[in-house]
T-cell receptor, first 110, second 114 residues
Framework: KQEVTQIPAALSVPEGENLVLNCSFT??????LQWFRQDPGKGLTSLLL?????REQTSGRLNASLDKSSGRSTLYIAASQPGDSATYLC?????????FGKGTMLLVSP | GAVVSQHPSWVICKSGTSVKIECRSL??????MFWYRQFPKQSLMLMAT?????????EQGVEKDKFLINHASLTLSTLTVTSAHPEDSSFYIC??????????FGPGTRLTVT
């Protein structure tokens, strides 16, 4: 059974810092990996999707990497802003299902 | 494109009553829809997978007689929580796919059972 772990569970940084969120998964037989953002009481916003054959994806200040063989992914956020404050979820896709981690709660203070 | 809506966004109901949550794909036909539940500070847990016109497949530990799923068309799936109890209070999120492995998520429904 796939298990997804995200570290740290919570992170608080001052505005402007670069930061890294970590995600690990136990079964490397995945189709893709996604990073989502979730604001309190809201649904999910897809940030980046990395296919299993890819090593990384970039969107603006966000860069996600995938090392499938070691079961790891990182989400790099450059020049963090208060508006980045949210919970970031990592999810890996098996044949037809997504398995989510518990998320990293990020707080960026002005 | 690939917008998924949910209705209602929040609902309060009394213990013992039933409540229906709708999930719609607005601009595409969804081959498969998924229902997730999320408790506070917890991850999303898959409850069931549904394909249009067929019975839903429930995850282990999810009571299919309590959580009724109807996927009547390619754009609509409904989740009915029957005889709701306070422990059913949670955030319910649906998602839909259009043939690939990428899932598009709805905004979620907050259910509170008093």
């Amino acid at each position: 059974k796939q298990e997804v772990t995200q570290i740290p569970a919570a992170l608080s940084v001052p505005e402007g810092e670069n930061l890294v969120l970590n995600c690990s998964f136990t079964d490397s037989a995945i189709y893709n990996l996604q990073w989502f953002r979730q604001d309190p009481g809201k649904g999910l916003t897809s940030l980046l999707l990395i296919q299993s054959s890819q090593r990384e994806q970039t969107s603006g200040r966000l860069n996600a990497s995938l090392d499938k063989s070691s079961g790891r992914s990182t989400l790099y956020i450059a020049a963090s802003q208060p508006g980045d404050s949210a919970t970031y979820l990592c999810a890996v896709s098996g044949y037809s299902t997504l398995t989510f981690g518990k998320g990293t709660m990020l707080l960026v203070s002005p | 494109g690939a917008v998924v809506s949910q209705h209602p966004s929040w609902v309060i109901c009394k213990s013992g009553t039933s409540v229906k949550i709708e999930c719609r794909s607005l601009d595409f036909q969804a081959t498969t829809m998924f229902w997730y539940r999320q408790f506070p500070k917890q991850s999303l847990m898959l409850m069931a997978t549904s394909n249009e016109g067929s019975k839903a497949t429930y995850e282990q530990g999810v009571e299919k007689d309590k959580f009724l799923i109807n996927h009547a068309s390619l754009t609509l799936s409904t989740l009915t929580v029957t005889s709701a109890h306070p422990e059913d209070s949670s955030f319910y999120i649906c998602s839909a796919t259009r043939g690939s492995f990428e899932q598009y998520f709805g905004p979620g429904t907050r259910l509170t059972v008093t």
